[in-house]
């Protein structure tokens, strides 16, 4: 088996979808400018990718997930920095949706995801989900 290259950190993100098919998208800071992105963040230490993701919607979110399905890993280059990112799809098995330590919270349907701005990374999720809707 072939090692996988090395890189700066990875992070876990999450495609939260509920009932009605939309997706959790969530802001960090409340900067008119700021990104929308699909919540997560980085592993810490030896955690799991799904350790994380687990920890960081709880903490960010107040959400406990089920995760279903992820996706191989993809590394994007930026700054002088190598991130590997993890993309899981996932659905509520507890709480509502609190802005614990983000500043806005929002669900979508996917075709509303064109109506906002993503960093590079996660513009190219946004992207695939866009272009295989049968995939989610």
């Known amino acids: ?63 406990e997930l089920n995760i279903e399905l992820g996706q191989p890993p993809f590394i994007y280059n930026f700054g002088g920095k190598s991130v590997t990112y993890r993309y899981y799809f996932c659905t509520v098995r507890a709480g509502d949706v609190k802005t614990a330590q983000v500043a806005e919270a929002r669900w979508v349907l996917p075709q509303q995801l064109r109506d906002y701005v993503f960093e590079p990374p996660v513009q190219q999720v946004v992207d695939w989900i866009l272009e295989a809707p049968d995939a989610i």
């Not at 090692?3 to 939309?22: H, K, L, M």
């Not at 409340?30 to 350790?51: N, T």
């Open 1 to 63: 088996m072939g090692r996988q290259p090395t890189t700066d950190w990875t992070e876990a993100r999450a495609i939260v979808r509920n009932g009605r098919g939309e997706m959790l998208i969530v802001k960090l800071n409340s900067d008119e400018d700021a990104a929308w992105e699909f919540p997560g963040g980085r592993l810490r230490g030896s955690e799991s990718p799904e350790s994380a993701l687990r920890r960081e919607l709880r903490e960010t979110l107040l959400l």
